[in-house]
């Protein structure tokens, strides 16, 4: 007998699973709502164009090679991505508050982050939303974090239950760590307004909790890369820490490339020696600089600047991410770190990016706005308004297990069974078939 015949079979992802399902269906009519991978009105996956210009140009060039990125990855790729999620003009960028990995897309940047935390910060509890990406617990209990949860999503409103929210993070211990969807969660496609993240980021700082930010969908959500970093911008201007987990895989459909980032940004350090004869409020790194230039003799006074102790914090943390990654995976692929910072860099090609990404964004709201209307033709009994409330790419339809199997059984769509649809796996030509099954489903 095999060595490994007592392993037991492992239940199938609840979330990739749906696609072997759905792959072994024969039914010319299936469709897959399961996995969130963009599609066309087609139902072709999408290569973004300005993606297949990134590649051509480099495999054009000659002088590229295929060695070893560091361990940290690509230092360009880097930089640009914290400056794609904090912003050009951040003051936390600006003076080396900012510490940025490569990792294997969101999920191998929340694991190390998760894992960094795990060795190097006091409280080891995160707070994660119900419901949430059914992977976060998993990666977070395995990098060694306890996991806790708060309420996020109100059945009943299919709306965000803020007092329970509020409530929870009020209750949970100082310090806690508290994973946060930075724009279009999933699974439920409901985000807090502006006014309410503003209460929450005075909650949380007031606890001086630590924000751990998932961007999986920058841009995907409204369609603006600036304005679906929002949340994370206004943490990280209060000057107090945070992380964030970057995923290129939706807004620059490179699934498969694996290419994301985690970005821990610092505390500004206050000046605690002033530079001579000069009253400084606290120096940004422009100031300081500029003071420099001015008077050379000044450089002395450096160890005692705020820039300077939060390059040396920067620093000491990037050491032990170094440690995180090396036993992990050594370091990361260059193939889609290499597309994405040539996308980045170049502005013309960043232009054509958001146009592109902006046209997907407008497509999924398209599908919104269609199937309520088709729900509504047919006088499917029911308020659906949450379709078109919510946002990003997927729909928490409020549709049960069973309604869900039902529709999988008789018209061969496949979804997750706590209902989540994806609006990115929809057409205007399978939106009738949709109706039909959420029809017989809920009548
Ligand atoms: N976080 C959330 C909320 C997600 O939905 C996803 C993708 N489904 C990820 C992280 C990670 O995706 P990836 O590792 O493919 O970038």
């Known amino acids: 007998d095999s060595v490994f015949a007592h392993v037991v079979r492992a239940p199938e992802d609840p979330i990739l699973?749906?696609?072997?399902?759905?792959?072994?269906?024969?039914?010319?009519?299936?469709?897959?709502?399961?996995?969130?991978?963009?599609?066309?009105?087609?139902?072709?996956?999408?290569?973004?164009?300005?993606?297949?210009?990134?590649?051509?140009?480099?495999?054009?060039?000659?002088?590229?090679?295929?060695?070893?990125?560091?361990?940290v990855g690509l230092a360009d790729f880097n930089k640009l991505s914290a400056k794609l999620i904090f912003g050009a003009d951040s003051p936390a960028i600006q003076e080396n508050r900012v510490t940025t990995v490569q990792c294997l897309s969101g999920t191998g940047s929340l694991r190390v982050?998760?894992?960094?935390?795990?060795?190097?910060?006091?409280?080891?509890?995160?707070?994660?939303?119900?419901?949430?990406?059914?992977?976060?617990?998993?990666?977070?209990?395995?990098?060694?974090?306890t996991v806790k949860t708060y309420r996020y999503y109100n059945p009943a409103t299919r709306g965000l239950d803020f007092e329970g929210l509020l409530e929870d993070l009020s209750a949970a211990p100082s310090r806690a760590i508290v994973l946060l969807?930075?724009?279009a969660h999933n699974p439920t496609g409901v985000d807090p307004t502006l006014e309410q993240w503003e209460q929450i980021r005075k909650l949380m700082r007031s606890k001086a909790m630590l924000p751990f930010f998932d961007s999986a969908y920058q841009g995907f959500a409204s369609g603006s890369l600036d304005g679906d970093a929002q949340s994370v911008r206004m943490?990280?201007?209060?000057?107090?820490?945070?992380?964030?987990?970057?995923?290129?895989?939706?807004?620059m459909g490179l699934y498969g490339e694996r290419v994301g980032a985690l970005s821990i940004e610092q505390i500004e350090i206050p000046v605690v020696s002033v530079v001579v004869g000069v009253k400084e409020r606290?120096?940004?790194?422009?100031?300081?600089?500029?003071?420099?230039?001015?008077?050379?003799?000044?450089?002395?006074?450096?160890?005692?600047?705020?820039?300077?102790?939060?390059?040396?914090?920067?620093?000491?943390?990037?050491?032990?991410?170094k440690l995180v990654i090396r036993p992990m995976y050594s370091n990361p692929p260059i193939h889609g770190a290499s597309i994405v910072a040539t996308i980045l860099k170049d502005s013309n090609m960043y232009h054509e990016w958001t146009v592109e990404l902006k046209a997907m964004a407008d497509r999924i709201i398209s599908m919104r706005q269609q199937l309520f209307n088709a729900l509504q033709a047919k006088g499917t009994p029911g308020d659906w308004s949450h379709i078109i409330k919510q946002i990003g790419m997927f729909t928490f339809t409020g549709l049960n297990a069973e309604q869900v199997a039902f529709m999988t059984k008789e018209?061969?769509?496949?979804?997750?069974?706590?209902?989540?649809?994806?609006?990115?796996?929809?057409?205007?030509?399978?939106?009738?078939?949709?109706?039909?099954a959420i029809h017989a489903a809920v009548t």
């Not at 300005?50 to 590649?55: G, K, N």
């Open 113 to 145: 982050g998760a894992e960094f935390l795990a060795r190097h910060y006091h409280e080891r509890t995160i707070y994660i939303p119900v419901p949430t990406w059914g992977n976060h617990p998993k990666v977070f209990t395995l990098a060694g974090l």
């Open 181 to 183: 969807h930075a724009c």
């Open 282 to 321: 606290r120096n940004s790194f422009k100031d300081i600089l500029v003071l420099f230039v001015r008077v050379p003799r000044l450089m002395y006074f450096c160890h005692d600047s705020q820039v300077c102790k939060s390059a040396d914090v920067s620093a000491k943390v990037e050491s032990q991410l």
């Open 235 to 251: 943490f990280v201007a209060d000057g107090g820490e945070c992380l964030a987990a970057q995923s290129y895989a939706k807004n």
């Open 17 to 71: 699973g749906v696609t072997v399902a759905y792959n072994k269906d024969p039914s010319p009519n299936k469709l897959n709502l399961g996995v969130g991978a963009y599609r066309t009105e087609e139902g072709k996956p999408l290569v973004l164009n300005v993606v297949r210009r990134a590649e051509q140009m480099l495999v054009n060039d000659q002088s590229r090679v295929k060695e070893y990125l560091p361990i």
């Open 411 to 436: 018209y061969h769509i496949y979804m997750t069974s706590d209902g989540r649809i994806s609006m990115a796996g929809l057409s205007s030509r399978t939106v009738p078939h949709l109706v039909d």
